[in-house]
C-alpha cells in the first residue's frame, strides 16, 4: 500500500494554486509597484506565514536598520519577531531594528542573472547590518550559534529569493556562485526557491546532503523539481525553527539627548 503523505499533496496543490493566481496577477495589473506587491502578497500570505513559527511574522515593504544608522536597502519581504517594537509607524512602510529582523526574502516574477545579482547585492547589504544592541549574555550557560565557519552569539540572518519562474536553474547556480566569492560567507543568499522548476542549495560539508546554509567546503547544487514548496518548506523549518530571540534594548535607536529639563524632585 502508497503510503499517504498528505502535507506534500497540500504544498503540491499550493504550489499549483500560487502559479495560477501569478499569472491571473501580472495578466491583470500592469502598474509595476502594484504588480510587485501582489507578487510578493502571494508568498507572504498564501504560503509564508503558515510554516514560519507563530513567534515570527513576514512583513511587506521594510527597511531594517541598524544602532548605528545603517540601513538596508527596501527589502520585499522580512521576517521578524513578533515582538518587534516599530521604529517608524506607517500603513504600507515599516522600520526594522536589525535585533528583531531574522530573515529577508526577495521575490522575483522570472529570475535571470540580472534579477539574481540584484537579490544578492540586497540580501549582502541587510545581512551585514550589526546588531549591537543586546543584553549581555551573564551565567554559566551562555546561547552561541555556529553558522558560516564562524561562532555568533545571536541569530545570523536568513536570506532567500522566491521566484515565480526563472532562466535555468543550473546557470543561475554558476551565476549566484561567482556572484558571492568576494563576499563574507555569512552575507551570502542561503537558498533559492523557483516556484516552478526547484531551487538551489548548498550542500553539507561531506557533499552527501544539503545544508540550511553554505559551509566551508560545500558547494552549490541546482535541484531540478516539481515539489519546490516541498523542499522549501522543510529548508524555512529548519532555518527559523533555531531562532533564539535574545533580550535587545531599544534606547541607542532613541539617541543620546537628555529626556527633558528636570522642573522638580520629590522624595527623602
Not at 149 to 161: I, K, L, R
Not at 172 to 196: F, G, H, N, R, T
Not at 229 to 240: E, G, I, K, S
Request: proline fraction near 5%.
Amino acid at each position: 500500500m502508497a503510503t499517504d503523505f498528505p502535507l506534500r499533496a497540500s504544498l503540491n496543490g499550493l504550489r499549483e494554486k500560487m502559479l495560477v493566481d501569478f499569472r491571473e496577477v501580472t495578466s491583470q495589473i500592469e502598474h509595476r509597484g502594484a504588480k510587485g506587491h501582489e507578487r510578493e502578497a502571494l508568498i507572504a500570505k498564501g504560503y509564508l506565514q503558515h510554516y514560519v513559527p507563530r513567534t515570527l511574522e513576514v512583513i511587506q515593504g521594510a527597511e531594517i536598520l541598524d544602532s548605528e544608522g545603517n540601513r538596508s536597502a527596501e527589502c520585499d519581504l522580512v521576517v521578524q519577531s513578533a515582538a518587534t517594537p516599530p521604529l517608524m509607524i506607517g500603513e504600507a512602510f515599516h522600520l526594522v531594528p536589525v535585533e528583531w529582523a531574522y530573515g529577508v526574502i526577495e521575490v522575483k516574477s522570472h529570475l535571470d542573472s540580472t534579477q539574481l545579482a540584484d537579490a544578492q547585492a540586497k540580501i549582502a547589504r541587510a545581512k551585514a547590518l550589526r546588531k549591537l544592541t543586546y543584553v549581555e549574555q551573564t551565567g554559566d550557560v551562555q546561547w552561541s550559534m555556529p553558522a558560516y565557519g564562524e561562532t555568533f552569539d545571536h541569530f545570523p540572518m536568513y536570506g532567500m529569493v522566491f521566484a515565480y519562474s526563472a532562466s535555468g536553474l543550473a546557470g543561475l547556480c554558476a551565476k549566484l556562485w561567482d556572484l558571492q566569492q568576494e563576499v563574507p560567507m555569512s552575507q551570502w543568499i542561503d537558498a533559492v526557491i523557483v516556484i516552478d522548476q526547484g531551487l538551489l542549495l548548498y550542500s553539507d560539508a561531506s557533499g552527501g546532503g544539503w545544508a540550511v546554509r553554505p559551509e566551508r567546503g560545500a558547494y552549490m547544487q541546482a535541484i531540478q523539481s516539481d515539489n519546490a514548496l516541498v523542499a522549501a518548506t522543510l529548508v524555512l523549518q529548519n532555518a527559523f525553527g533555531s531562532v533564539f530571540e535574545r533580550p535587545a534594548r531599544l534606547g541607542p535607536y532613541m539617541g543620546s539627548e537628555p529626556w527633558g529639563e528636570i522642573v522638580g524632585i520629590a522624595g527623602p
